[in-house]
């Protein structure tokens, strides 16, 4: 979702398949801090997350404040690789001893929520230890499950078209807040005539987006209980990417494969991708062009379908310390300091307080910063999609066969079919 971790949305959808049977949680108890508070009454609880080393090092100087400020709480760390931290915690999570606290996203709640794995922190606001005010835009309700608070924002994105500016100039295109789909396909056949380049890097496998369209149509990806669109709306949309990739208008998805982990945005094989908004970071790292965010296409000129998304820290209904991992969260998400150390690497603060304590100075974050605030000001955000237990392997599938269709290995039929095969599996419908 933010730098730091630039593969994990890609990476987070094939993870989830591999690693979701491997958590077949025992209704037992256990701990997952030290097992007790030290003569002194010093208690440890355990931390971990997922990111690269420059991650690991923001949040480690966010510890030590955290510890100076709380002298009698001791915070022990472990951070991996996306792919590899999801196995670590599955293995501890069978085997009775998560983290006291961790980060999660979105597509894991009801998952772990069913295994019963996650505190439900609602308790700890009552009793004044985690507050859950002054959030943005809403987001005090992002990690709330059936009536359960599990998990708390520490960040937000939101999707977003990232353009190569100067691909976009040439071809006098120009797009602006409620532009249509109709819009979009025109825009696509100017970069491709005027420059010679695909207008986007395809729409095959980004989720997300499709999530977008359907809401815009008034449906969605997810509903509580499974999917929210039908075999003929999932053809549609896979024709219509299949036929873009024919006529030059999107690239191709054979090439875009050879130039991995590099995107096709920064490979100069498109104009454009859609992702999340602090991926612009990514592409400026990667690539050699100006770089900018642009709109979601609409199908009525104003409804977007957006929402904030946002990673969150979560807590371990396991652990013998609820208090003292509430005082950590509220800690992370609420103090100005941290804001100023950990920046925009996992998203833009989710708090005001937090918000309004880091201005960042680099274009980049500047315009990310912008973007988001153009959100609220167009009045275009809506609650999160929900996410059913079972989500994270249907974003697995859905990744997984529309490469496999990009790449000629499947028709569009056997690709629909192939994948409502497997999430019907998934949801247990």
């Given at each position: 979702?933010?730098n730091?971790?630039n593969?994990?949305?890609?990476?987070i959808?094939k993870?989830a398949?591999?690693?979701?049977?491997?958590?077949?949680?025992?209704?037992?108890?256990?701990?997952?801090?030290?097992?007790?508070?030290?003569?002194?009454?010093?208690?440890?609880?355990?931390y971990?997350?997922?990111?690269?080393?420059?991650?690991?090092?923001?949040?480690?100087?966010?510890?030590?404040?955290f510890?100076?400020?709380?002298?009698?709480?001791k915070?022990?760390t472990?951070?991996?690789?996306?792919?590899?931290?999801?196995?670590?915690?599955?293995?501890?999570?069978?085997?009775?001893?998560?983290?006291?606290?961790?980060?999660?996203?979105?597509?894991?709640?009801r998952?772990?929520?069913?295994?019963?794995?996650?505190?439900?922190?609602g308790?700890?606001?009552?009793?004044?230890?985690?507050r859950?005010?002054?959030?943005?835009?809403?987001?005090?309700?992002?990690?709330?499950?059936?009536?359960?608070?599990l998990?708390?924002?520490?960040?937000?994105?939101?999707?977003?078209?990232?353009?190569d500016?100067?691909v976009?100039t040439?071809?006098?295109?120009?797009?602006?807040?409620?532009?249509?789909?109709?819009?979009?396909?025109?825009?696509?056949?100017?970069?491709?005539?005027k420059?010679?380049?695909?207008?986007?890097?395809?729409?095959?496998?980004?989720m997300?987006?499709?999530?977008?369209?359907?809401r815009?149509?008034?449906k969605?990806?997810?509903?509580?209980?499974?999917?929210?669109?039908?075999?003929?709306?999932?053809?549609?949309?896979?024709?219509?990417?299949?036929?873009?990739?024919?006529?030059?208008?999107?690239?191709?998805?054979?090439?875009?494969v050879q130039?991995?982990?590099?995107?096709?945005?920064?490979?100069?094989?498109?104009?454009?991708?859609?992702?999340?908004?602090?991926?612009?970071?990514?592409?400026?790292?990667?690539?050699?062009?100006?770089?900018?965010?642009?709109?979601?296409?609409?199908?009525?000129?104003?409804?977007?379908?957006?929402?904030l998304?946002?990673?969150?820290?979560?807590?371990?209904?396991?652990?013998k310390?609820?208090?003292?991992?509430?005082?950590?969260?509220?800690?992370?998400?609420?103090?100005?300091?941290?804001?100023?150390?950990?920046?925009?690497?996992?998203?833009?603060?989710a708090?005001?307080?937090?918000?309004?304590?880091?201005k960042?100075?680099?274009?980049?974050?500047?315009?990310?910063?912008?973007?988001?605030?153009?959100?609220?000001?167009?009045?275009?955000?809506?609650p999160?999609?929900?996410?059913?237990?079972?989500?994270d392997?249907?974003?697995?599938a859905?990744l997984?066969i529309?490469?496999?269709?990009?790449?000629?290995?499947?028709?569009?039929?056997?690709?629909?079919?192939?994948?409502?095969?497997?999430?019907?599996?998934?949801?247990?419908?």
């Open positions: 979702m933010v730091g971790g593969v994990e949305r890609r990476t959808l993870v398949g591999a690693t979701a049977a491997t958590l077949g949680l025992a209704a037992t108890t256990g701990c997952g801090g030290d097992g007790g508070a030290s003569a002194d009454g010093t208690v440890t609880i355990r971990a997350w997922w990111g690269a080393e420059d991650r690991a090092q923001r949040i480690n100087k966010t510890i030590a404040l510890e100076k400020k709380y002298p009698k709480i915070v022990k472990d951070f991996q690789q996306y792919i590899d931290f999801w196995k670590k915690f599955n293995t501890q999570a069978s085997g009775g001893n998560p983290p006291d606290v961790f980060q999660n996203a979105v597509g894991f709640l998952k772990y929520d069913a295994k019963n794995v996650l505190l439900d922190l308790e700890q606001v009552k009793a004044g230890n985690l859950m005010d002054g959030f943005r835009a809403g987001l005090e309700k992002f990690g709330e499950i059936d009536g359960k608070l998990g708390v924002p520490v960040g937000s994105n939101s999707m977003a078209l990232v353009i500016k100067p976009y040439r071809a006098g295109v120009k797009p602006e807040q409620g532009w249509t789909w109709d819009d979009y396909d025109a825009a696509m056949k100017k970069i491709r005539d420059t010679g380049r695909a207008g986007d890097s395809g729409m095959y496998g980004t997300y987006l499709y999530d977008l369209y359907l815009q149509n008034g969605a990806f997810f509903t509580e209980n499974g999917l929210g669109f039908t075999e003929a709306d999932l053809t549609d949309w896979w024709a219509k990417a299949k036929k873009g990739v024919e006529e030059g208008l999107f690239s191709d998805p054979k090439k875009v130039i991995k982990p590099k995107s096709a945005l920064a490979g100069e094989l498109s104009g454009g991708e859609f992702t999340w908004d602090n991926f612009t970071v990514r592409y400026t790292a990667e690539g050699k062009s100006e770089y900018a965010l642009a709109p979601i296409p609409t199908t009525d000129g104003k409804k977007t379908g957006q929402y998304g946002s990673l969150m820290l979560s807590a371990s209904k396991r652990t310390h609820p208090k003292e991992v509430a005082q950590f969260i509220d800690f992370m998400v609420h103090d100005p300091e941290v804001a100023k150390i950990m920046g925009y690497d996992r998203g833009v603060p708090t005001q307080a937090q918000f309004d304590a880091y960042p100075t680099d274009p980049v974050n500047k315009a990310i910063a912008a973007y988001e605030e153009s959100l609220v000001e167009a009045g275009v955000l809506e999160i999609t929900p996410h059913p237990n079972g989500a392997i249907c974003e697995s859905f997984r529309a490469e496999e269709l990009g790449l000629g290995k499947r028709s569009v039929d056997d690709a629909v079919k192939q994948f409502f095969t497997e999430s019907k599996t998934a949801l247990g419908s």
